[in-house]
């Protein structure tokens, strides 16, 4: 089955549905009319990440920019068995480590937009370097969808690449594509539609220290983020990049700015950092 042309709806069937995270979309400046499910499209630069989006919505795009931003946003639809879909390209990067505007724009909409699907596009010659970023979007995220693009490149080259092996490594689905020949996109749609309905339950593959000291420190510093900050989406994930030292993190957590929410007070938070480190030191 291909992708649709889009047909006037006018309600969503998610609207009430709590996992569908409208308000903060909306504060990240995506509009909700009429779409049963919103989907991040990640990735490395030069993945193809763009003729995949360009693929799969056609003329049904426009562009803008991000609130606050002078970084671009694009926008786009299909519909697929039935269901509406808008897809929100995000800034290629290779991090979500928040070193710059492209990084800290993708972080924010996966953790604080809590997209019902998040796209990875990776080069299928290049996967070592491109997993980087996967593994980062599943410590975010276990609502994904691997795209396995450039694989006529991959053929070219030779290469052969396990991707039922790659999927159970990863605990989502991989789908093999190769975009500029429209190759794999009826599957991808298929797994996207999947994975929003929850036909398909992700567990993702995330990494963690041996260092029972790393573990314990994580445990409590996530304990106090859920109990100071009830609507953190991942607070596991906010609590590792504390750990970490990212000083991007640590002031937005300070400033209540992260994903643009309204948060509280940061002294218990800010105690509870200081202790764990202490604790691992």
């Known amino acids: 089955m291909t992708s649709e042309p889009i047909k006037p709806q006018t309600t969503s069937p998610c609207e009430g549905c709590p996992a569908h995270n409208a308000q903060n979309l909306l504060k990240l400046g995506i ?72 990084e800290e724009i993708a972080r924010d909409f996966i ?21 980087n970023l996967v593994l980062q979007v599943l410590e975010i995220t276990d609502r994904a969808v691997i795209c396995l693009n450039l694989m006529d490149e991959a053929r070219r080259y030779g290469l052969t690449i396990d991707d039922r092996r790659l999927a159970r490594d990863l605990g989502v689905p991989v789908v093999p594509t190769a975009a500029r020949q429209r190759e794999g996109l009826d599957q991808l749609l298929q797994a996207v539609s999947d994975v929003a309905s929850g036909k398909v339950v992700c567990r993702p593959h ?15 510093l996530t304990e106090k983020l859920q109990q100071v900050y009830p609507q953190l989406p991942n607070a ?44 691992i030191n």
């Open 236 to 279: 596991r994930w906010v609590a590792l990049r504390l750990l970490d030292g990212d000083r991007n993190i640590i002031q937005a957590v300070e400033r209540g700015e992260l994903g643009n929410l309204a948060l509280p007070s940061t002294s218990e938070v800010s105690q509870a950092l200081d202790q764990q480190l202490e604790m």
């Open 111 to 131: 953790l604080f937009g809590q997209p019902d699907v998040t796209i990875i596009v990776v080069d299928a010659t290049r996967l070592e370097r491109n997993l």
């Open 206 to 220: 995330r990494v963690n220290s041996g260092l029972p000291a790393i573990q314990r420190a994580v445990f409590q």
């Open 31 to 102: 509009s909700m009319d009429e779409w049963d499910y919103v989907v991040a499209l990640a990735g490395n630069p030069n993945t193809g990440k763009s003729t995949v989006f360009n693929a799969l919505t056609g003329l049904r795009q426009h562009t803008g920019n991000w609130p606050g931003k002078t970084v671009g946003r694009a926008e786009g639809g299909f519909s697929f068995g039935g269901s509406r879909f808008k897809l929100i390209d995000l800034p290629g990067t290779y991090s979500l480590l928040s070193t710059s505007f492209d």
